[in-house]
């Protein structure tokens, strides 16, 4: 599985930015999809993840703000950010998992997109 992920950018604090994660590979669907980030100097953490018939589930920091979703059909992973926060500053990185259980652990993940950069400013 490749992951491509995009959509980061500058934004305000109070804004919105919408990533996408576009995976290859015919088995989308059969994989935990997650998003991560890792800010400057600090280790990479679980934002949300979710499951192939969408249940989710995210971190308290971003509940209420950050929404993951996905399009089995697209092969894609979307996490719509609203609200963002100067301290949501980080890059961003979409993986997936080879099983259909959740995790927020960074080891049981099997592939990893490159990141994309988010910037919020205050």
């Known amino acids: 599985v490749q992951l491509q992920a995009s959509g980061g950018g500058l934004a305000q604090a109070g804004g919105s930015l919408r990533l996408s994660c576009a995976a290859s590979?015919?088995?989308?669907?059969?994989?935990?999809m997650g998003w991560f980030r890792q800010a400057p100097g600090k280790e990479r953490e679980f934002v949300a993840g979710?499951?192939?018939?969408?249940?989710?589930r995210s971190q308290d920091s971003v509940k209420g703000r950050f929404t993951i979703s996905r399009d089995n059909a697209k092969r894609t992973v979307y996490l719509q950010m609203n609200s963002l926060k100067p301290e949501d500053t980080a890059v961003f990185y979409c993986?997936?998992?080879?099983?259909?259980?959740?995790?927020?652990?960074?080891?049981?993940?099997?592939?990893w997109g490159q990141g994309t950069q988010v910037t919020v400013s205050s």
């Open positions: 993986a997936a998992r080879s099983s259909a259980y959740s995790s927020s652990s960074v080891t049981d993940y099997d592939y």
């Open positions: 590979g015919r088995t989308f669907s059969r994989y935990y």
């Open positions: 979710i499951r192939w018939d969408d249940v989710t």
